[in-house]
């Protein structure tokens, strides 16, 4: 009987914590009102505050595991596969409700009262790792700080994904981050892999 209870116990909380994203997505923090989330998750409040113990906890969750649906590398490979990296997170957006909503609240933070830096240096430390690998071999130009870059790769993709947001819904991502790159990549990048170095949109969907 426990197996059962905590099976029934884990998709309850994903089916509260996919609802939240959508209603988070959708109106925003201050707008996604707990009687919408537990009517899309089709739940009680008793079983969303075993889980969640408000509406806070409830956004900081979304927040912080706004990953957890990705399919990412388990190993960093250098540019390349940052590159291919950051395009298909540009695809997700367009698709993966969680990814979406997480992105929206950490952008939002104030208007949400979080305050929670976490994800974002979750973020820095992943693409620092294809960056640590990318200078291990000799992929980069001997003036770059790995982790200083990583914080203005973050920077920098989150503004353009804002951007393309509000332009037209994320239609472009894919393209404007390869745009990005074309920007970037010269500034990095040693001429030897700069030439070998890819920034096609259809890596990154290929990673869907």
């Known amino acids: ?22 209603v988070f997505d959708e109106y925003g923090y201050s707008a996604a009102g707990v009687s919408k989330i ?19 906890d409830l956004g900081r ?3 912080v595991e706004q990953a957890a649906t990705l399919a990412l590398p388990d190993e960093p490979a250098g540019l390349q596969q940052l590159v291919d990296l950051t395009l298909y997170l540009g695809f997700e957006l367009q698709r993966n ?3 979406r909503a997480g992105v929206r609240l950490a952008v939002e933070q104030g208007e949400a009262g979080l305050r929670d830096f976490t994800v974002y240096r979750w973020w ?24 200083e ?5 973050v920077a920098s993709f989150t503004g353009t994904q804002l951007m393309s947001h509000l332009e037209n819904e994320r239609q472009d991502l894919p393209a404007q981050i390869a745009t990005l790159w074309n920007y970037l990549l010269p500034g990095i990048a040693t001429p030897a892999t700069l030439a070998r170095l890819t920034v096609d949109v259809e890596r990154g969907r290929a990673m869907l």
């Open 61 to 63: 969750a979304v927040l």
């Open 149 to 153: 870059f990583a914080r203005i790769l």
């Open 97 to 99: 409700v969680l990814l």
């Open 38 to 56: 537990l009517q899309r998750a089709g739940v009680t409040q008793g079983a969303m505050y075993f889980h969640f113990k408000s509406k806070e």
């Open 1 to 22: 009987m426990t197996r059962p209870k905590q099976e029934r116990a884990v998709r309850t909380r994903e089916a509260i914590l996919t609802a939240a994203a959508e």
């Open 124 to 147: 820095i430390d992943r693409f620092r790792a294809d960056l640590d690998a990318a200078e291990r071999r000799g992929e980069l130009l001997p003036q770059v700080d790995g982790a």
